[in-house]
């Protein structure tokens, strides 16, 4: 396998991993990795994370997408908590990190692409998301009920009217409050059912916007 061969394989692709290689070039994964750490060196592969890599600006045809990233770099997964409440334009700051959620032990990786933080919940609340275009792409980010619960969840303590406060949530109106109520009741968290009702009156003064479907 030489580079041009790569990169017309994987060129059109937003990243790859050693898998993929070894189908497509039946060469062994040491000899894979050599080559690839050259490249590498050379700066004409990035890697991401063990395994995974993407080629440079310079070689890949398509565009750099780190939600897009996020998604394949560790699976099953999809964008969740502060990015995707920053995806609704829910919360007033912009998350530069990308968080998602996962059924499999939690992970942090830093890279080229920016940093992604994988959370893990129990697989029976791994539910809640679809796809959504995020710059012209389909990426799996959560419904924006979801996003607010597995926020509620992964973060310990409380969730007391003042503190809900303090996060200033808007655009409350991309919120369904049945959806909401029956996302929350799967959880069986009588904490996260607390934080919900709050959450609900706390809006409930500040706007009379609700999505009721």
Request: hydrophobic share 40%.
């Given at each position: 396998?030489n ?12 990243c ?16 894979l990795?050599?080559q690839?750490s ?7 592969v990035?890697?991401l ?8 600006d ?9 939600a897009?990233?996020?998604?394949q770099l ?7 908590g ?12 912009r ?17 080229h ?42 973060t310990?303590?409380e ?6 406060a303090?996060?200033?949530y ?11 109520k029956?996302?929350a009741?799967r ?14 009156h ?5 706007t ?6």
């Amino acid at each position: 396998m030489n580079f041009d061969s790569l990169a017309q394989c994987v060129g059109g692709l937003p990243c790859f991993d050693l898998p993929l290689l070894a189908q497509a070039f039946t060469v062994k994964r040491p000899v894979l990795r050599v080559q690839l750490s050259r490249w590498m060196k050379e700066g004409k592969v990035i890697g991401l994370r063990r395994g995974m890599y993407m080629l440079s600006d310079t070689y890949r045809r398509v565009p750099l997408n780190p939600a897009v990233l996020a998604n394949q770099l560790y699976g099953p997964s999809y964008l969740s908590g502060l990015w995707a409440l920053g995806y609704y334009d829910m919360i007033p700051e912009r998350v530069v990190w990308f968080t998602s959620v996962t059924s499999r032990v939690p992970r942090r990786f830093e890279n080229h692409a920016g940093v992604f933080e994988y959370r893990n919940i129990k697989q029976a609340n791994f539910f809640g998301y679809g796809a959504r275009k995020v710059g012209g792409q389909d990426v799996m980010v959560a419904d924006p009920e979801k996003a607010l619960l597995d926020y509620w969840h992964l973060t310990p303590g409380e969730w007391t009217l003042p503190r809900l406060a303090e996060m200033r949530y808007q655009h409350a109106d991309c919120v369904s409050r049945e959806r909401l109520k029956d996302y929350a009741a799967r959880f069986n968290s009588a904490r996260l059912n607390r934080a919900m009702e709050r959450w609900v009156h706390l809006i409930a003064e500040e706007t009379e916007g609700w999505v009721t479907v």
